[in-house]
Nanobody, 114 residues
Framework: QVQLVESGGDLVQLGGSLRLSCAASGFTFSSYAMSWYRQAPGKQRELVATITSRRNTNYADSVKGRFTISRDNAKSTVYLQMHRLKPEDTAVYYC????????WGQGTQVTVSS
């Protein structure tokens, strides 16, 4: 079965950096686009970044130039490198893919303190 397991969330200070990882299993990882979403308290879940199977990338305007999504197909892992973190980046970050159905990880908490 499809499994997505995020890690790397932490408490970080304003301007700091973090790298999130999402380990995937149960499907042919290299064939599918992968995305990172986030959900802040009281807000809707929003798309942060997507990387296609061909490694094309897209980012939310709010993170362009600060976040980088990448993938390692040999490790079936997608990453989100985050720099210059702001308090408004505080959220639970989720890994996502669509293989006929939607699949989500359990989420990892990122907290940016000012």
């Amino acid at each position: 079965q499809v499994q997505l397991v995020e890690s790397g969330g932490d408490l970080v200070q304003l301007g700091g950096s973090l790298r999130l990882s999402c380990a995937a299993s149960g499907f042919t990882f290299s064939s599918y686009a992968m995305s990172w979403y986030r959900q802040a308290p009281g807000k809707q879940r929003e798309l942060v970044a997507t990387i296609t199977s061909r490694r094309n990338t897209n980012y939310a305007d709010s993170v362009k130039g600060r976040f980088t999504i990448s993938r390692d197909n040999a490790k079936s892992t997608v990453y989100l490198q985050m720099h210059r973190l702001k308090p408004e980046d505080t959220a639970v970050y989720y890994c996502y893919t669509n293989i006929i159905n939607n699949y989500w990880g359990q989420g990892t908490q990122v907290t940016v303190s000012s």
